[in-house]
């Protein structure tokens, strides 16, 4: 095992459990105590865990993991549901998209739409679709498609989820409009609506919903039901949520109820 995964395996041991022991990591990496004592310490040099006396535990209950290593979980269901999003964006409009590993897969299943084309803005000289986005990463993958016209927010980098934050991205945001807003969340609940871990991050992603014409939440169904510490928005402001099929018929009723569009793929 490359080192590389052996961190992205730890990474997610850590936050599924909260803490491990370097006996228990090894025994599950099938790998030497030693090399996850080494793991643990370059991991807590990054500042993405906290050593402890014969272990590591997570830095507190708003512990995120870094977008870089949270590529692979749920890989599969998140390009069934970037699809499924895709399609529902109709051509020529204005989409925005919030950071994230699941918007990211819509970004790139709307790259690779035939009827949006490849060869840059029709003879209208509109463009086959606006991208609003405070992503860096999303934004970087979509430049050098010429059908799209890309509008990336000002801000502030967060490294975690390499979006942008803060007053230079609200600045942009109030002065736009689009047609609908893709939601990456780490949590979406009846009760207590869309969720991110970041409090300024969240705060962006609410003005992006309040600009859109109908908005959409992008989210796997292990996120659905949670919790998390900063609100993006009620339940009641989105249209429709995309998941999986693996979303619990109870859950998806409760949703709709709330006057939520399900779509599970």
């Known amino acids: 095992m490359s080192r590389d995964a052996r961190w992205k395996a730890l990474l997610e041991l850590l936050v599924e459990r909260g803490r491990l022991d370097v006996e228990e990591a090894a025994a599950d990496l099938a790998v030497s105590a030693a090399t996850i004592r080494r793991d643990f310490d370059q991991l807590a040099e990054q500042q993405m865990l906290v050593r402890t006396r014969g272990g590591a535990v997570v830095h507190g209950v708003s512990y995120e993991l870094p977008l870089r290593y949270k590529t692979a ?18 051509p020529g409009e204005a989409v925005g998209l919030t950071g994230g590993t699941t918007t990211t897969e819509v970004a790139r299943a709307l790259a690779v739409r035939g009827d949006l084309g490849s060869g840059g803005t029709g ?10 986005t405070n992503a860096l990463n999303i934004a970087n993958e979509l430049a050098v498609r010429p059908q799209f016209k890309i509008v990336l927010t000002g801000g502030v980098a967060r490294p975690q989820s390499y979006e942008l934050v803060g007053p230079l991205a609200d600045g942009v945001l109030s002065q736009i409009t689009v047609d609908v807003a893709v939601l990456g969340v780490v949590a979406f609940d009846v009760t207590h609506g869309a969720a991110a871990h970041d409090e300024a991050e969240a705060a962006i992603n609410r003005l992006l919903c309040e600009r859109a014409e109908r908005v959409v939440v992008a989210a796997d169904s292990s996120k659905l039901g949670q919790r998390a510490f900063a609100r993006i928005c009620s339940a009641e402001s989105v249209d429709t949520l995309v998941t999986d099929s693996a979303v619990e018929r109870d859950m998806a009723r409760r949703f709709e109820e709330a006057g939520v569009r399900v779509i599970s793929v």
């Open 73 to 90: 979980r749920h890989a599969s269901e998140k390009q069934r549901i970037a699809k499924a999003v895709a399609d529902l964006v109709a």
């Open 123 to 132: 003879a209208s000289g509109s463009p086959a679709l606006t991208i609003v």
